[in-house]
């Protein structure tokens, strides 16, 4: 029988190679299958470490010049000089263009003439020495008398405020006291007594009233202003309180008037109608006589007081007049001289300051008008703008780094620093952005305005810190925690060399709670709970697939301060 069997294997070769192949095979995945099915759940660890963890926030915008400017003249004119071209850099000060002088020149020339015209003028009046003298002698007579007008003035209202209290005070008495009547007041007694007869006394009792309380009103404010002047105030402020005084005085003098008016037309009504008036309204018409007279010669003083300085001052006036007027004739002519030549200055135009000239739009010959751009300069040096939203801009602060890198430059990384922050921000459907300037540290030639940029700004730096990757911090509720695993140190180094692959544990990691600071895309900072060397869980991995659940810490995107390592990623 085994001679018929080899025989047979001996025939069919192929055949037979063929099943020992599967048996083969089949043998194999059914040892491994039975080897796993025990196997348990495999994890992916990681280990506590200090690092420096950096912070940051991205945003994407585009390259521009610090600095630009519109170059436009201030003045109309053709343009008889251009000294640049597209894409020429320039310093400051250097001529960009020049407009035609010629008009100005003329006018300048125009103005040194009269200029001249004036100052022989005024030289010819100083040289009147009779004249010169005779005009000193009345200025000095007219500033004597002036000085005195002033003191006569000051006096004259000190006078005036001598009677006027007691004059005030019997206006009052004359309307307002119940000399009649227990229950009634003076004023009320003579529109009563005759309004019967005639209304009008009611427009009588309403002027008298009104002047009453105008004249008190000026009369309130003039005396305190009195109470604090003295005859050593400034001229400026004697005249003034003259002029109150005076106008109060008026005040006053039409209040007597009015009053004297509605008792006058009491008196007249009832005498009219055969009714003889009350004895005491004639005793009020003689008081107010007397006050018409005293305001009358207050008037007249006053008065004469301010016509007095007035004439004084006119004589100054006329005195210094000739020669000061002809003064004010060459002083004018030197502003318009002096003006003329600030306006030659407007038709040369300069660059302000060190940068490259563009949009250069204009050539010798074109006519140009003010205010329109002739070319743009910019500043060799740019900045990076880019735009934030309400809650990024918060953490933003100027002179935070920044690192910029470029669409079109792959390559090339650039720092900055903040250097302007919006204060107002800008809603576009229904979402607030809000502008940030920021400067490049180094200038590169390869980096155009206009480029496409992305700005990673570093918002905080903890250096020398306990950190894992995000994947293992775990949340419940409000609270944080990570499945620690413990092990003995030469557990922990064979443990974490199998980190890629997944490990098998001989016992369950225990649920650890920690605290954590800050925190980035990759990784987070260990406040509390662990120590540096902890092993921790951060995914699992299917033992049917060997396949990872879920990553451990990424590298990618890290971004790094020059002279400080860490891992970084936008939060």
Known sequence: MFKKFFSAITRHKIFTLIII????????????????KGAGIQYVLAAVTKDTLIVSVSGSGQVSSLDQ?????????????????????????????????????????????????????????????????????????????????????????ANVFLDLPSLMSGLEDILFSSDFSPVQENINFYTDGVKSYDDRVLQ??????????????????????????????????????????YETTKDIAEAVKSIN???QFYQDELIEHDIKPHALSNTHLATLNTYTGKTNNFLLTLLSTRNSIQSNKETLIETDFDIKDQEIKVAQ??????????????????????????????????????GTALATIITKQKMAETSLNEVDVAKIKVGQKVTLTFDALSEVSISGKVLEVDSIGTASQGVVSYGVKIS???????????????????????????????SAIKSQGNSKYVEFVEAPDDIKQKLLASISEGV?????????????????????????GLNEGDIVVTSTVSSSTNSNSSTTRSNQNQIRIPGVGGFEGGR
């Open 21 to 36: 192949i599967l048996l083969a095979s089949g043998g194999y995945f059914g040892y491994k299958r039975l080897n796993n």
């Open 69 to 157: 400017v519109d170059i436009k003249p201030k003045v109309s004119g053709d343009v008889t000089f251009v000294g640049v071209e597209n894409g020429q850099s320039v310093k400051t000060g250097t001529l960009l263009f020049q407009l035609d002088t010629t008009d100005i020149e003329k006018t300048i020339e125009d103005a040194e003439i009269n200029l001249q015209k004036e100052k022989t003028s005024l030289d010819k009046m100083k040289g009147m020495t009779t004249q010169e003298g005779t005009l000193r002698g009345v200025k000095e007579k007219a500033q004597d008398n002036l000085k005195k007008a002033y003191e006569d003035g000051f006096n004259n209202v």
């Open 204 to 245: 009588y009792q309403e002027d008298a009233i009104n002047k009453y309380q105008i004249a008190r009103k000026a009369y309130d404010q003039n005396f305190q202003d009195y109470k604090s002047a003295s005859r050593f105030s400034e001229v400026g402020a004697i005249e003034l309180l003259i002029d109150q005084t």
């Open 261 to 263: 008016n509605l008792i």
């Open 333 to 370: 002519a030197e502003d318009v001289l002096n003006e003329d030549k600030k306006k030659l200055a407007d038709y040369l135009i300069y660059a302000p300051f060190d940068g490259i000239i563009i949009n250069l739009n204009v050539k010798k010959g074109d006519s140009v008008s003010s």
């Open 440 to 470: 490049l540290d180094t200038q590169d030639e390869r980096v155009k305005p206009g480029m496409s940029v992305t700005a990673d700004i570093i918002t905080d730096v903890k250096q020398d810190v306990l950190v894992l990757p995000n």
């Open 504 to 528: 098998v544990l001989s016992s369950s990691p225990k649920q650890q709670s920690i605290e954590t600071g800050i925190s980035n895309d990759t990784s987070t900072e260990i406040v509390s």
